[in-house]
């Protein structure tokens, strides 16, 4: 498998973390950890299954999870990925994205399948990976709503991340002065999970990247861990293996 990365255009950094075209000659599967961006995706060849679910849809948007997922590559696949912010895609779609949380539906529910259409048609025809991502950009571009970015979830954000996810949705508030109702609502429209599903991604995301495998469990209890069943009940839902396991196995991303 090769992935490659590009960044957005100046304008659209503020609104996405990258490009990523990934493309497979054989057949291989992929474990998908959980993660605090919206992702688009288009298929620009070849297929890609979900277990349990079969095919992927060609052009689809992905919630956040608290799930790993389990993806199959065909041989000869390419999928092009458009990672968003934790709230840069509210910038360009109108819908709620927590209603998006735990799957990825069709690109169809949310641009109009004309448009959809003529996208993929370019797509298909684009001669090289930066003439697709060129392609990308200017439908991003036409569809930017250049909304003013919400600066209290801006704030939010960057307090969980800050505290690696161990923070209290309390504590938070009294640091914005806004009431629970009136946060969580504008946090799970714009990031597309509430404050406690985006810090329990967050927390889970630190410790996998601060851990190898020996000092999993003390990172745990720093994080508020305190039940180790508990934790690796989490961390299997979270990878799809135990610590062990996991620190054992396989590619993820």
């Known amino acids: 498998m090769h992935i490659e990365n590009y960044i957005p255009v100046t304008i659209l950094q503020p609104f996405i973390k990258s490009f990523m075209i990934i493309e497979s000659e054989y ?14 995706a288009f298929r620009l060849r070849g297929t890609v299954l979900e277990n349990n679910l079969g095919i ?8 956040l999870r608290k799930t790993y997922r389990s993806l199959s590559y065909a ?35 949310f641009i109009r399948r004309q448009q959809l259409d003529d996208i993929t048609e370019q797509l298909a025809a ?16 036409a569809t930017w709503k250049q909304a003013k970015p919400d600066l209290l979830v801006q704030e939010a954000v960057r307090n969980i991340r800050q505290a690696g996810g161990n923070l209290r949705i309390k504590e938070l508030l009294q ?17 597309g999970a509430s ?4 810090a329990s991604i967050v927390r889970l995301r630190n410790l996998i990247g601060r851990a190898d495998g020996s000092t999993l469990t003390e990172l745990a209890y720093e994080a508020g861990y305190f039940d180790q069943a508990h934790f690796i009940k989490d961390f299997k839902s979270f990878t799809g293996r135990t610590p062990r396991e996991f620190y054992k196995s396989a590619i993820y991303w």
């Open 126 to 141: 684009a001669p090289d990976n930066q003439a697709c991502i060129d392609i990308i950009q200017r439908f991003l571009l």
């Open 175 to 191: 640091e914005l002065h806004i009431s629970q109702d009136a946060f969580e609502k504008r946090f799970r429209k714009i990031t």
């Open 27 to 40: 057949a291989v599967q992929n474990q998908i950890l959980p993660d605090t961006a919206v992702v688009m």
């Open 56 to 63: 992927l849809p060609a052009a689809a948007l992905g919630g």
């Open 195 to 198: 404050p406690k599903q985006f």
């Open 75 to 109: 041989g000869n696949t390419a999928n092009l990925l458009i990672v968003f912010r934790e709230d840069g895609a509210a910038a360009f779609f109108k819908e709620p994205l927590h209603e998006l949380f735990g799957v990825s539906a069709s690109l169809d529910n």
